[in-house]
């Protein structure tokens, strides 16, 4: 079946201006966790959902951060007020209960801010 | 929280010799130890993974071995290929939340 999605692939934002970045995880996945890549680092958690419920928003940096998955499948990352630290690869992974471990990464949106 | 540091950041191997990169954790109750393969805008990729009740595994060409009370986990990669060349992560796993290493940039020189 189909992998992980996330749209856009890419985003330019202005200073300033919010955005949204869309994550369909795989159909019935139970656990979806959003993380941050900057260039030549490795992912870092951001939030984690189990179903709609967010569990762990931690990771996120600042309260410009939100996340919502009011369905319990498709899920947004929502990013106020962007910054040019917040230019980095937002990677969604899903996996399937609580009880499995594979997160399957979907291919990430990569934000620049100017 | 989990911390995870991984060395070297980059190794460069001939073609056909092996590849070992090593990490550490620093948190007991992490129980679980992918590895994922990253190619350059691309998305990570999982390659091999390691339960804590288990001190070794091993798929074909890759073996990924885990010494809890030390708290140190490594991937092995024998015979490697140009197409192994890529950034590679460790990462260690609690109840659900994943903790990456650094990565490290391995490069196969055919």
């Known amino acids: 079946g189909a992998g992980v999605s996330q749209s856009p692939r890419y985003k330019v934002a202005k200073r300033g201006q919010d955005v949204a970045l869309r994550c369909d995880p795989i159909?019935?996945?139970?656990?979806l966790f959003w993380y941050q890549q900057a260039l030549g680092q490795g992912p870092e958690f951001l939030t984690y959902?189990?179903?709609?419920?967010?569990?762990?928003k931690s990771g996120l940096p600042s309260d410009r951060f939100f996340a919502e998955r009011p369905e319990g499948s498709v899920s947004t990352l929502k990013i106020q007020r962007t910054q040019q630290e917040d230019s980095a690869v937002y990677l969604c992974?899903?996996?399937?209960?609580?009880?499995?471990?594979?997160?399957?990464f979907g291919p990430g949106t990569r934000l620049t801010v100017l | 929280g989990e911390n995870v540091e991984q060395h070297p950041s980059t190794l460069s191997v001939q073609e056909g010799d092996s590849a070992v990169i090593k990490c550490t954790y620093s948190?007991?109750?992490?129980?679980?130890f992918p590895w994922y393969k990253q190619e350059l805008g691309k998305r990570p990729q999982l390659i091999i993974d390691?339960?804590?009740?288990?001190g070794e595994k091993k798929d074909q060409r890759i073996a990924v071995t885990l010494n809890k009370t030390a708290k140190h986990f490594s991937l092995h990669i024998t015979e490697t290929q140009p197409e192994d060349s890529a950034v590679y992560f460790c990462?260690?796993?609690?109840?659900?939340?994943?903790?990456f290493g650094i990565g490290t940039k391995l490069q196969v020189i055919p």
């Open positions: 992974a899903s996996s399937g209960t609580s009880g499995v471990n594979e997160q399957f």
């Open positions: 959902f189990q179903n709609e419920a967010q569990l762990d």
């Open positions: 159909s019935g996945h139970v656990s």
């Open positions: 948190d007991s109750a992490s129980n679980y």
């Open positions: 990462a260690a796993k609690g109840y659900q939340k994943v903790t």
């Open positions: 390691i339960r804590s009740n288990v």
